[in-house]
């Protein structure tokens, strides 16, 4: 059987995936370029038409960094919303300061991953929605920003 790639994506983070011959154990499998053994565990049932399942790699690849995710703005100032449901960690801003775009605003904690969200523009926060320990929905309003 040939080497067979794919293209998986987990929670919007998109994988390259080549997976080798699985009639030989271990198979080959390789991550964005990280590579792996796989064991194929032996059954003595008879060979049925769909393929084994694969056991679960001897390492794990490390997690990506936060990622900071700017807002999508609106016109006559800025609306910074949720990009995803999850938890707010933290708020760095207060009603009334000055911010820079790309500025982090707050954190967001989803499927254990911390997110900075940024500024989307220049201006002055007028409203922070959301504090420390809030649920979030996605598309949920975080804070306003008032336009320089």
């Known amino acids: 059987m040939a080497t067979k790639n794919y293209k998986i994506t987990i929670a919007g983070q998109t994988y390259d995936v080549e997976?080798?011959?699985?009639?030989?154990?271990?198979?080959q499998v390789?991550?964005?370029e990280t590579n792996y053994e796989v064991e194929i565990p032996e059954s003595s049932a008879p060979a049925a038409p769909s393929p084994p399942s694969l056991a679960a790699p001897k390492t794990v690849a490390p997690a990506p960094p936060a990622v900071s995710r700017p807002a999508v703005p609106t016109s006559g100032g800025g609306v910074v919303r949720s990009p995803m449901p999850g938890k707010i960690v933290?708020?760095?801003?207060?009603?009334?300061?000055?911010v820079t775009?790309?500025?982090p605003l707050l954190v967001l904690e989803s499927m254990k991953m911390?997110?900075?969200?940024?500024?989307p523009i220049d201006g002055t926060i007028s409203a922070v929605l959301v504090a420390a320990g809030d649920a979030v929905q996605h598309g949920q309003t975080l804070a306003e920003i008032a336009q320089a």
Do not use: R, W
């Not at 997976?19 to 198979?27: E, K, R």
């Not at 933290?90 to 000055?98: E, F, L, P, R």
């Not at 911390?114 to 500024?119: G, K, L, M």
């Open 19 to 27: 997976v080798g011959d699985i009639s030989t154990s271990p198979v």
């Open 30 to 32: 390789s991550v964005d």
């Open 90 to 98: 933290s708020v760095s801003v207060a009603a009334g300061a000055s």
């Open 101 to 103: 775009k790309g500025q």
């Open 114 to 119: 911390e997110n900075t969200i940024a500024s």
